[in-house]
């Protein structure tokens, strides 16, 4: 929106102020995340701007924090703990977010809001409080330091979102559609994989990509219910600041910035795309 | 017309109730038999349970007393999706992610109909809608009226015997749905199937139907064709509810036979036909139709008792002229005259006398 003619004086001065504040918001919240991108790139073993990084010297930049992730065992081995545990989470988060979010969508169903409650309540709790309470329980029956208590436990932090997003498309569901389905002979499963399941889809993924992000990122709950076995990457992030400061970990910071932001646009577009097939739907 | 004889009885709700709540029923008692073939149209006031008894047919709402044959067959443990009854939704309820070749091709599919032979069904379902050349686009690029005709297709298009329709036409314009109705009440008879029309429309009710079975607080106020509905209300919800109505209120003073003498509350006396007035002295609520009032002496019949009646508003509408006059103390009395040659038009002002056939003015319950 440009300004108008006729603005007047104290118009002019918020105009530009407005746009100055905005600006310096973007700032705070962007530049931590950007000046760990080229200091990735250090060909020295620090975290700080080496002279010839300034100077934009070639011989500043170089790969080898990338190269030692890639190779490092020590850094291997996360890796591949977390693209195990992220997916098996996500999947069961969204199968049973998006079970749940349809349950709590019925008329009939008794205690709706409390229910509700009890299963987004992993977002609002302190993160510290789950991850010791999934401790005590798993450790009780022989979850704890295994794959599956790791899965079980991110797949819980995950529900919520996959709820929170399911609901929100279900609220502009036609509950005509299946009634139509049904009249012309569909049984409740066909009705549900053909009708239902591909209109409420752009909610399902975006809540699965944030559960999935959820899973990635996250490092408090799998210190607690993880073993040595079961280390992510978040896991090995946190050990290597502590204990050996080594720069391949911007390097895993600026691959991980980069999925997300590959992820995050995956779920704007689905949400433009569901949103021109709802903008047109009739009703 | 006579679809209707006891011989074929297609759907039957028998002594059919229904309660959401366990205590106020919205469906009370309801008895209807529907023949093979008839275009049935349920008619009444938003509340008067009419959607309920199509979602009770449909499949959608279970009936809490009482019992629904399909074809001799008891319905009621049958799931909607065993039913085989077509349906045309309000809002449509057209599949926004399909085409509407795939929205037709949807009900054939799950009756694992082959492919070539679904795809000539959804053709020929279109080509009857005049929507052939659009089975490639989808509901959200179609005209309300276009959806229309392709919800109808798909309701019609795995050959369903009976056809439900909620209200399909609310949503178009007037000429649209004066065409449509026509081109319904066309298709279901070509094709012979059963066709159960739920409406808040009258006019609708009266130009597409056989039969009309007007509803009112979960009771069949009337059950009959249209002329006969329109011409002989049995009671007085259905009097007003049907067409344009002037309504009196009296008590009968004689009765004999086919003639009923009503005194108007201001001591004039009519001549009505009785309906539900079965003794002298019962109070009475007369209704007559605005275009059987005559207010020229020579039309009436010798003898008839007449009214005095002023003349407060006389509007033109072109193909009718509408009067509206003070009648034993009802200000909102009107009738309406046909735009003829020789047709006198009334001043406001003009002190006339109102008479009418003692049929036509039908004494019913107050």
Redesign the interface.
């Known amino acids: 929106m440009s300004l108008p003619i006729y603005a007047s004086t104290g118009q002019k001065i918020w105009y530009y102020s407005f746009r100055v504040i905005c600006g310096l918001i973007f700032f705070f919240l962007i530049a931590p995340i950007i000046t760990i991108i080229p200091l990735s790139f250090n060909a020295e073993d620090f975290f700080t701007f080496t002279p010839e990084m300034l100077r934009l010297d070639p011989e500043g930049y170089s790969l080898q924090h990338y190269r030692d992730f890639f190779t490092n065992p020590d850094w291997q081995q996360p890796l591949w703990n977390s693209v195990k545990i992220a997916p098996a989470a996500t999947l069961l988060s969204v199968s049973l977010g998006t079970l749940a979010a349809i349950g709590l969508s019925q008329s009939h169903v008794p205690f709706k809001g409390a229910i509700m409650a009890i299963l987004i309540s992993p977002m609002i709790v302190p993160l510290i409080i789950s991850a010791a309470g999934m401790y005590f329980f798993y450790s009780r029956i022989g979850l704890q330091g295994t794959y599956l208590g790791v899965v079980l436990a991110h797949a819980a932090l995950g529900i919520p979102f996959v709820i929170i997003t399911v609901t929100a498309t279900l609220v502009g569901f036609d509950k005509s559609l299946t009634r139509a389905s049904a009249n012309l002979g569909a049984d409740p499963v066909t009705t549900f994989f053909r009708v239902q399941m591909p209109l409420i889809l752009p909610g399902v993924i975006s809540g699965g990509l944030f559960a999935f992000i959820t899973s990635f990122d996250e490092v408090v709950v799998v210190l607690f219910v993880g073993s040595a076995g079961q280390k992510t990457l978040p896991w090995q992030m946190f050990i290597g600041l502590r204990e050996q400061i080594s720069p391949t970990i911007l390097a895993v910071a600026t691959i991980l910035v980069i999925i997300s932001i590959c992820l995050l646009t995956t779920v704007e577009l689905l949400r433009r795309r569901s949103e021109r097939l709802r903008g047109m739907s009739p009703g | 017309m006579n679809a209707s004889s006891d011989a074929d009885h297609f759907v039957v709700f028998d002594r059919v109730q229904k309660s959401y709540d366990g205590e106020n029923l919205v469906v009370k008692d309801l008895n209807l038999a529907i023949g093979k073939g008839e275009f049935l149209t349920m008619l009444g006031p938003s509340g008067s349970g009419k959607t309920t008894c199509l979602m009770m047919l ?3 709402e279970t009936a809490t007393h009482g019992e629904i044959l399909l074809d001799g067959q008891p319905i009621n443990n049958i ?9 045309v ?9 399909m085409t509407i070749a795939e929205n037709l091709s ?2 054939l599919e ?2 694992k109909i082959g492919k070539s032979d679904r795809e000539q069904k959804v053709q020929r379902a279109l080509d009857m809608v005049e929507m052939g050349s659009f089975g490639g686009r ?4 179609l005209s ?1 009226g276009q ?1 229309q005709r392709v919800a109808l297709a ?1 309701a019609l298009v ?1 050959e369903p015997e009976l056809v439900l329709m909620d209200e399909p036409l609310g949503a178009l314009d007037k000429q649209l749905r004066e065409k449509m109705q026509f081109e319904i009440t066309n298709l279901a008879h070509n094709l012979g199937i059963t066709t159960v029309y739920v409406t808040h429309d009258q006019t609708e009710a009266l130009t597409m139907s056989d039969r009309v079975a007007v509803f009112d607080d979960g009771r069949i106020q009337q059950l009959a064709a249209p002329d006969t509905l329109y011409e002989s209300p049995e009671n007085s919800f259905v009097a007003q509810f049907i067409g344009e109505n002037n309504t009196l209120m009296g008590t009968v003073e004689s009765i004999e036979n086919d003639l009923a003498v009503v005194k108007l509350d201001d001591g004039e006396l009519i001549d009505t036909l009785p309906v539900n007035v079965t003794k002298v002295g019962d109070r009475t609520l007369v209704s007559i139709r605005p275009e059987r009032v005559e207010y020229d002496p020579s039309r009436l019949q010798p003898g008839a008792h007449t009214v005095k009646a002023e003349v407060l508003e006389f509007i033109y509408m072109g193909d009718i002229y509408r009067t509206r006059l003070r009648v034993a103390g009802n200000d909102d009395f009107f009738i309406k005259t046909r735009n003829a040659p020789d047709q006198r038009r009334l001043q406001p002002g003009e002190q006339i006398e109102i008479g009418w056939r003692a049929k036509d003015c039908r004494a019913l319950d107050a």
């Open positions: 449909a499949g959608f799931p909607p999706h065993k039913r085989g009854i077509g349906m939704f309000q809002n449509y309820a057209l599949f926004p992610h949807f009900p799950v009756r989808r509901p959200a690029q309300g959806q798909r795995f």
